[in-house]
């Protein structure tokens, strides 16, 4: 609720800043139209003193223009499953184009003589939409957390649409993605992140309109935080993961809840970096304890079980990532664009080394801290060198790519990917691969990591 207000009094303000100085700057323009001249330190200091005695006229109808229009945009925003920022331009805009129309209609003109006109009421509607535009970017940093349902009273009509806006933000539509999704297969249905600093974990999915939105619920995390590095420290960890499989509870201790989804902890990346332990759930919590302390399981992930019966329908073994961080990061569409260019020209790159069947090229594409399953780059570059000897391939299919950033770790990112692979001697491989790419020292892309699955 508090970043809802926050972003609707940031949004008022702004409007109402730019909407006076505008004014402003009418009135000095039709006083140089008569002949008067007012030199720049005369033209600020009748600025700052519209906008601070219009602050008890105008200011507070802006407001009340503004709380309405934001309430009724964010409900067609849910209704449509997308088109926020859009939505919350247009209404900051259209707010003061009525409430302009609405003095006239009341008083029989234009009470604000810096606001009459053609052009006057085109950069009071500006003001509106740049007010729009700072209230929709305020909310998408970040989703606001799941509401919980309540009965209105009545009360005024600004406190009404203040009350009732946390009501309507569970499952809207983002602006943008993380800055940690770089590309979702097509067929993906959903990607989870597990913000920790929020206890909240966010569903984002694809709308009909091929857009993205976004869900969120309350969350619990680990007794001692975030980082899990060794097995009983009782921390969250840190990453990026998948879920594996979903559990039938129903003979399991009641503290997990409806179901659990089991992650891949400790993954390639954890292994190289020497964590430990396991088991690392994403689960219900204990019938009639659906709220838990925000720091209250041995290091899974705990949702209420009314969210997560909401949520299991959307979650596939096997495919569904889930990234757990301490931050959302942004949407940062032009380095996505970067990014997901560079690993499309890396992978690209180590497919065709195998297809060309060069060892050196194909090797190439390896960090000289590379680790598999224990072997470290020679003895892995030893086992490849039999297979390039013995087989050739005649077929390396790439599918259903996913890029995600590690959330952690700088310049760290996973590839995944359905393979599909074929020898001239007949042997085949169908499955997903795993690659880990790390930027080295010389901003070169290389695998430091990579599995299976």
Not at 62 to 75: K, P, Y
Not at 210 to 231: C, D, H, L, P, T
Request: hydrophobic share 45%; with cysteine; net charge neutral.
């Amino acid at each position: 609720m508090l970043r809802w207000i926050g972003a609707w009094l940031a949004g008022t303000l702004v409007t109402y800043a730019l909407g006076s100085a505008f004014m402003t700057q009418v009135v000095v323009a039709d006083l140089g139209a008569l002949g008067v001249t007012v030199d720049a330190g005369a033209r600020l200091e009748m600025t700052i003193r519209d906008i601070v005695g219009l602050s008890t006229s105008y200011l507070p109808l802006i407001a009340l223009a503004q709380a309405i229009a934001q309430l009724v945009a964010t409900g067609i925003a849910r209704a449509l499953g997308g088109f926020r920022q859009a939505l919350a331009i247009a209404a900051g805009a259209t707010a003061m184009l009525c409430l302009l129309l609405i003095l006239k209609q009341v008083l029989g003109l234009n009470p604000l003589s810096g606001s009459r006109g053609i052009g006057g009421h085109a950069l009071q509607v500006t003001a509106g939409a740049v007010g729009g535009l700072l209230f929709a970017r305020i909310l998408a940093t970040r989703a606001a957390r799941s509401s919980r349902s309540f009965s209105p009273k009545p009360v005024p009509g600004i406190v009404l649409a203040l009350l009732l806006l946390p009501a309507v933000a569970p499952a809207s539509a983002l602006d943008g993605l993380p800055a940690s999704i770089i590309r979702l297969p097509d067929e993906l249905d959903s990607v989870l992140v597990a913000a920790t600093d929020e206890s909240t974990l966010y569903r984002y999915f694809r709308t009909v309109e091929g857009g993205f939105a976004a869900e969120s619920f309350y969350m619990s995390i680990g007794v001692n935080g975030i980082r899990k590095e060794r097995r009983g420290d009782r921390k969250t960890p840190l990453g990026v993961y998948v879920i594996t499989e979903q559990l039938d509870t129903r003979g399991l201790n009641e503290k997990y809840g409806i179901t659990a989804f089991p992650l891949d902890y400790p993954n390639a990346i954890d292994r190289l970096a020497g964590r430990t332990g396991d088991g690392i759930w994403l689960h219900g919590v204990l019938p009639g304890g659906e709220r838990r302390p925000e720091r209250d399981t041995d290091g899974c992930i705990a949702l209420p079980n009314e969210s997560l019966a909401a949520l299991q329908h959307h979650l596939e073994a096997g495919s569904t990532p889930i990234i757990v961080t301490n931050g959302l990061k942004a949407d940062d569409a032009p380095g996505r664009e970067r990014i997901g260019s560079e690993l499309d020209a890396a992978i690209g790159s180590w497919r065709q080394a195998q297809l060309d069947g060069s060892l050196d090229t194909y090797l190439a594409s390896y960090a000289e801290d590379f680790r598999y399953r224990g072997l470290d780059l020679d003895a892995f570059a030893a086992m490849r060198a039999v297979r390039f000897s013995r087989e050739k391939t005649i077929r390396l299919d790439i599918s259903e790519l996913m890029l995600l950033a590690d959330p952690v770790t700088p310049n760290l990112y996973l590839a995944r990917f359905d393979i599909h692979w074929e020898t001239a001697g007949g042997r085949r491989f169908a499955g997903s691969k795993r690659l880990y790419w790390q930027r080295d020292i010389d901003g070169v892309l290389r695998i430091v990591a990579e599995d299976n699955g």
